[in-house]
């Protein structure tokens, strides 16, 4: 199963991406895909490169996620190319694109805008499943952050809020680091989780500078669904208002 969202988008055996497309603004481009395509993971010599040591199941989730990206990128009219990781991991988009990507267990999916349309665009997704590790939810939240949680899971008990909350502080790092080049720790940026399927993330330390405009918070949306859950942030240019969904 595979998927683009997007009015530009005129790719063979694509339609909507039903779970991220919904959580970002009509100029963005999002493709997602449930499973990998059979066969040997399909790559350009310079992604070869990068996971030719990799055991199988990381060369394909590798595959995969690239193959998303390169369908949203089609659907802002632009040609596959090789894409790299640059510094700290973050994908290198062709000039004038901001891109972010996401993979778990079952489920990969991009997204990708103009610069001139969004500032930066961050995606992440989760099993919908407790965090794996005892103690992990006391290293990636802030105190204020867990006294949600409990109250969240009695109004939405299908959602694993503390896996949810990881996810939106995933998805705000990816939003932050293109535009400042530095790390953001977990406790460096506040959520504030609304069930309805949004979320803001108040930033505790300086935020980038967009335009001559200082950034303070992060305004990101959530879903879930087949088992996954999914956050995004999409960033606007400073001065323009929220897109629609």
């Known amino acids: 199963m595979s998927a683009v969202t ?62 998303c990206a390169r369908r949203a990128l089609a659907g802002l009219g632009l040609a596959p190319g090789p894409l790299l990781p640059g510094t700290a991991g973050a994908p290198r988009w062709p000039d004038g694109v901001v891109g972010t990507m996401t993979h778990c267990r079952g489920y990969r999916a991009a997204a990708v805008a103009r610069r ?25 939240s802030l105190p204020e952050e867990r006294g949600q949680l409990r109250s969240l899971a009695a109004r939405r ?48 330390v300086d935020g980038p500078v967009v335009d001559g405009i200082r950034v303070t918070a992060f305004e990101g949306r959530w879903r879930t669904g087949r088992g996954v859950v999914v956050s995004a942030v999409a960033l606007p240019p400073p001065g323009s208002a929220p897109a629609a969904a």
Do not use: H
Not at 43 to 57: D, G, K, M, S, T
Not at 116 to 139: F, H, K, S, V
Not at 179 to 185: A, N
């Open 6 to 67: 997007g009015t530009a988008a005129r790719l063979p055996d694509t339609g909507t991406a039903a779970l991220v497309g919904a959580l970002l603004p009509r100029s963005a481009v999002a493709s997602e895909l449930w499973q990998d395509p059979p066969g040997p993971p399909v790559l350009f010599p310079e992604e070869e490169r990068v996971v030719a040591a990799a055991v199988p199941a990381r060369r394909a989730e590798f595959a995969t996620v690239r193959l």
């Open 116 to 140: 001139t349309d969004l500032a930066a665009l961050g995606l992440d997704a989760e099993p919908n499943e407790p965090l794996p590790q005892p103690g992990m939810l006391e290293l990636v």
């Open 157 to 204: 008990p299908s959602v694993c809020w503390d896996r949810l909350l990881f996810s939106t502080k995933e998805s705000v790092y990816k939003t932050w680091y293109p535009l400042t080049g530095r790390p953001l720790d977990f406790d460096e940026a506040r959520i504030d989780l609304d069930p309805a399927g949004t979320f803001r993330a108040e930033l505790l």
